[in-house]
């Protein structure tokens, strides 16, 4: 097997399909190129020498995109995945070709620059791969997904080259005990608050931090990892019965087997990923966010999807107008009691399908080459516990809703599935602050108070550059007792473990001068999630406001705050300017 690494700086892609001559015809691989030429003859000399026999080299070449890396435990177990889908590609007639990307991981990467580069990776992944596979005119590709920022990235490139592609879900954590009870990293997460407000020592949280991990994978909780393994079954990219699963379990491993296999076959079948990645099978994800109460950061990474794969599909809009008449069906952590291994146990994403059927659009292709609602009849039925049935839902809501107002024109979200026992409506006055650190330090000195609604803003993928973290606060806010006491409203990064009265993903974001830009101390601020209103009084609309300073960022940030576009198109990189003209969101 061989290894190939690619890393270098991300530029916009044109948004059209690739030349006839690059893409291939029927019955011809792309990878095949014409024995006598350059190419063929510098790659023969190449590939032979690490091993692969010259008739090896006329199989079907298959990239195996490997996010792996031994900054995080998300990924700690994909090398020895790598394997196993290798050995099924080989077996089902391919050729398969090791490619690493950068492993962005939400609790390790975030330690730098207030987390403003994990976004930014997202698309840097994107970039990654594209210049890998269409630099090396692979035939396709399978793509092992682990923490919060690689599934939407592979989906994301899967949307762009439009190739045959399947995404091998990493799968989740196993938590520990710690003082007779069970941990896990969200309890670790919520636990600095504690600390803060001097309700636990730091020798603890030491001691709690040393218990709450088992196993590799992601946070074991439905937050942006987990939301977005669920939400790639649910367009039809993966093999079916794939999310959740445990990490480097006995299923999962089969999964990515099965994966290996299918890759060839979709190959020879002319299968490529936008032929499954449709305007239909982005409902029917939403449909799945909304039932569940995925992460709020799913909205953006669907959107960024459906950018990529060229849908012309106003994804905010489509969360809105579902929303209006769909259920909440499940309560899984942080939104509830349950786990989100009790949703593996009762069939997964296939039985949440199956329970949904009548809102979906049920032709929809999968990977599988069979379609959506095909495989749906095919499994279990709802427990009526941990999953309800329609007609007996948690709640006449969704567990995502789309905000508007005075404060958020063009949109925001509140993940009410988590929010508790938190106030439908809630009035308060604006505390503002300019950063994540400023806001937990002011938690530690009693400078919020209940009944105020915190504003973190200029946090957006343009203000950050990157978006900043104002997660932690969120998660400190609970930890020290004060979550149902206040709102947060924020243009920041959230995280999908994040609960309360949470106004998140503000749009227009700060740095654009909407209205969040214009908002003073002791302005009030008024939240009804009954009505989906969020207004602000006095309004005014202020210069734009961001946390670091994007002009003067160089690297990779500079170059992303340069390129990177408004988020409720997903944040995607735009093509620059021609020189003398201005870049246009439109």
């Given amino acids: ?73 998300c990924f700690a177990h994909l090398d020895g995945i790598v394997d196993v889908v290798s050995e099924a590609i080989w077996e089902a007639g391919g050729l398969p070709l090791e490619i690493r990307t950068v492993a962005p991981s939400d609790f390790v990467t975030s330690a730098g620059r207030k987390g403003r580069y994990l976004m930014p990776t997202r698309d840097l992944i994107v970039n990654d791969i594209e210049a890998a596979v269409e630099g090396a005119s692979l035939d396709g590709m399978v793509c092992l997904s682990s923490c919060d920022k690689t599934t939407p990235a592979h ?42 407000s001097g309700r636990m020592t730091t020798e603890e949280l030491g001691r709690l931090a040393d218990s709450a991990i088992k196993g590799p994978g992601v946070c074991a909780g439905l937050a942006t990892a987990n939301t977005m393994h669920i939400l790639a079954e649910s367009l039809g990219m993966t093999i079916p019965g794939s999310a959740p699963t445990r990490a480097d379990s006995v299923p999962m491993r089969a999964r990515a087997a099965e994966a290996g296999t299918r890759i060839v076959d979709m190959v020879a079948e002319g299968l490529t990923a936008r032929k499954v990645l449709t305007r239909e099978a982005v409902g029917n994800a939403i ?55 009790d949703l593996d146990r009762v069939g997964g994403v296939q039985t949440v399908l199956r329970t949904l059927l009548p809102r979906l659009d049920q032709g929809a292709r999968t990977v599988s080459g069979r379609t959506v609602g095909e495989l749906a009849r095919e499994a279990s039925e709802a427990d009526g516990q941990i999953l ?55 938690l530690g000195e009693n400078g919020i108070q209940p009944g105020e609604v915190i504003i973190l803003r200029g946090m957006g993928p343009r203000g950050g550059p990157g978006t900043v973290f104002a997660a932690s606060f969120v998660a400190a806010l609970n930890g020290a007792g004060l979550g149902g006491q206040v709102a947060v409203v924020t243009d920041g990064e959230l995280s999908g473990l994040n609960h309360g009265l949470v106004v998140g993903q503000v749009m227009p974001e700060a740095a654009d001068g909407g209205p969040l830009a214009g908002v003073e101390a002791g302005d009030t601020i008024s939240i009804d999630l009954d009505a989906r209103l969020i207004d602000v009084s006095p309004l005014r609309h202020g210069s734009p406001v961001t946390a670091g300073r994007p002009e003067e960022e160089r690297g990779w940030l500079g170059q992303y705050a340069a390129l990177v576009g408004p988020v409720q198109q997903g944040a995607v990189l735009r093509r620059p300017a021609p020189l003398g003209r201005e870049s246009s969101d439109e």
């Fill in 388 to 442: 309800r049935r329609l007609d007996d839902p948690v709640r006449d809501e969704p567990g995502l809703l789309i905000m508007r107002g005075s404060l958020a024109p063009d949109g925001a979200i509140v993940k009410v599935a988590g929010a508790g026992d938190a106030r439908r409506q809630f009035s308060g006055k604006a505390n503002v602050f300019a950063s994540e650190d400023e806001a937990i330090s002011a």
């Fill in 155 to 196: 989906l994301m490139a899967s949307a762009r080259l439009d190739l045959p592609s399947i995404l091998v879900i990493g799968g989740y954590q196993q938590g520990g005990q710690h003082a007779g009870c069970s941990v896990d990293i969200d309890t670790v997460y919520e636990s600095v608050g504690a600390v803060k």
């Fill in 287 to 341: 449909e799945v966010a909304l039932a569940l109460g995925g992460s709020v950061n799913c909205v953006r990474h669907l959107a960024a999807v459906a950018n990529e794969a060229d849908l012309d599909m106003d994804v905010v809009a489509a969360f809105e107008e579902r929303g209006r008449s769909a259920v909440q069906l499940a309560t899984i952590r942080p939104n509830g009691p349950h786990q989100v291994w």
């Fill in 1 to 73: 097997m061989s290894s190939t690494s690619q890393h270098s700086p991300a530029h916009p892609t044109e948004r059209r399909p690739l030349p006839d001559e690059d893409r291939g015809s029927p019955g011809r691989l792309r990878s095949n190129f014409t024995p006598g030429s350059t190419r063929w003859a510098v790659r023969r000399a190449q590939w032979t020498s690490m091993g692969h026999a010259p008739e090896d080299q006329e199989r079907p070449k298959i990239a195996v995109v490997n996010t792996s890396s031994k900054l995080s435990v």
